[in-house]
């Protein structure tokens, strides 16, 4: 039997994986400015990233059949160096393009194994611990990576070496489950405390979780019946367009308005903005759901309005606002469409694999779409009031969600 692999191996190839990949948040801009794309090419850029990360997550698990956890996260991590040193090196868009899609596809992979193998690993441990070590690598690993890759490029003055960094973060993590891969004492238990008993899914805070396989005799319903699919997968698309924002033009739109030249500043409002949401996350478990969604929403409002009246008046304290609203918002707005939607799994366990798998693409989907179209109206007309304009649409569907109600469950 293939012994399991050691938490701590987990975790930090999790969040070495997820700092690599996500390193490439403060550079768009100084890609775009090197080799002189549009708008539309370098949200593109970004949105290629995502397309690489969802069939990563949605593959990873039948690939789990058939390998192990640490298989996986040699390959993906092999697969990560190549594409950080393909962009150190990328002379043009279509490098970079194709070296996102490849760093999406290896997180997804790297978030799936890495969360198999904490919640196989031995000794077993309960699986609340679990889950807050998938949160917490996914939290830390997307904080770090813009924050590390700012300060290489502030120091080097160039996007070279911060690339090389995340190369050098990836490899490492070869070397770690090449010598630290194996746990060194066979499983004492027969029942495995991993993913054999649920679905293997992506959880409340953007990283994987297991969910417990569907029983024929579902529970007693909740107080007030869930939304539909689509709208509890529309209500998680809006936090996570304004994610989706931030990672990809939002910190060129920062330093062009407000004349923050350091990346490392910049890679901060990003980080802050992912700390905030899972802070929020970890933080809200008690809260009910159609008041999460209402706190969500209206900070997502206020996160909008304070990024545009930064881009209106180019006053720095808009900024911070924004980054509050936006990071508060959207931990409560994903947490609690993610609780509603394993509301409405519990009274259709049957459909609740497909269900998950629709609900997490349509989200994803929408934070890619919302980007490109950024891009695309930007070179339209110009980037803020591009910007003005689509954050107000998203407001808009904000309002709409923010008024969307629960009604009471059939006794």
């Not at 010598?179 to 008993?197: D, F, I, K, N, Y």
């Not at 929020?280 to 209402?294: C, E, K, L, Y």
């Not at 910007?387 to 649409?393: D, F």
Request: some cysteine; charged content about 5%.
């Amino acid at each position: 039997m293939t012994r399991p692999v050691p938490r701590i191996t987990a975790f930090t190839a999790a969040v070495l994986v997820f700092g690599a990949v996500n390193a490439p948040t403060v550079l768009y801009a100084e890609w775009r400015a090197d080799f002189d794309f549009s708008a539309t090419v370098q949200t593109l850029i970004y949105a290629m990233y995502v397309g690489g990360l969802i069939p990563g997550l949605l593959l990873t698990g039948r690939w789990l059949q058939r390998r192990s956890p640490r298989t996986l996260m040699v390959l993906a991590a092999a697969a990560s160096v190549l594409a950080a040193l393909a962009l150190a090196v990328a002379g043009g868009a279509g490098a970079l393009l194709a070296a996102r899609f490849v760093q999406g596809l290896a997180l997804g992979v790297v978030m799936t194994a890495s969360s198999a193998a904490l919640y196989g690993a031995v000794p077993p441990r309960a699986r609340s611990y679990t889950a807050l070590l998938v949160t917490l690598s996914a939290l830390a690993g997307a904080c770090l990576g813009p924050v590390l890759a700012g300060v290489v490029a502030d120091l080097s003055g160039g996007t070279t070496l911060p690339m090389l960094a995340a190369a050098a973060a990836a490899a490492a993590v070869l070397v770690l489950l090449l010598v630290h891969g194996h746990s060194p004492a066979p499983p004492t238990t027969s029942a495995p405390a991993g993913p054999s008993t649920g679905h293997l899914v992506l959880g409340e805070t953007g990283a994987l979780a297991v969910v417990p396989a569907a029983s024929s005799t579902p529970p007693p319903p909740a107080v007030l019946q869930p939304r539909s699919h689509l709208m509890i997968s529309l209500t998680a698309g809006t936090s996570w367009s304004m994610v989706g924002m931030y990672q990809s033009v939002g910190p060129g739109l920062i330093e062009s308005t407000l004349g923050i030249e350091s990346l490392t500043a910049l890679g901060g409002i990003v980080a802050a903005v992912l700390a905030v949401a899972g802070i929020v996350q970890v933080s809200a478990r008690n809260v009910a759901i159609q008041q999460g969604r209402r706190l969500g929403l209206s900070f997502l409002l206020l996160g909008i309005g304070g990024f545009v009246a930064m881009l209106l008046t180019g006053q720095v304290w808009w900024v911070l606002i924004a980054a509050a609203g936006a990071g508060v918002g959207h931990g409560f707005t994903f947490f609690s469409a993610t609780q509603e939607l394993g509301e409405l799994n519990r009274r259709q366990p049957l459909k609740a694999a497909a269900s998950l798998s629709r609900y997490f693409t349509i989200a994803y989907l929408c934070l890619a779409a919302f980007t490109l179209l950024l891009g695309m109206v930007g070179d339209l007309w110009a980037m803020v009031p591009a910007a003005v304009t689509l954050m107000g649409i998203l407001a808009t569907g904000c309002v709409a969600m923010l008024f969307s109600r629960n009604t009471p469950a059939s006794p």
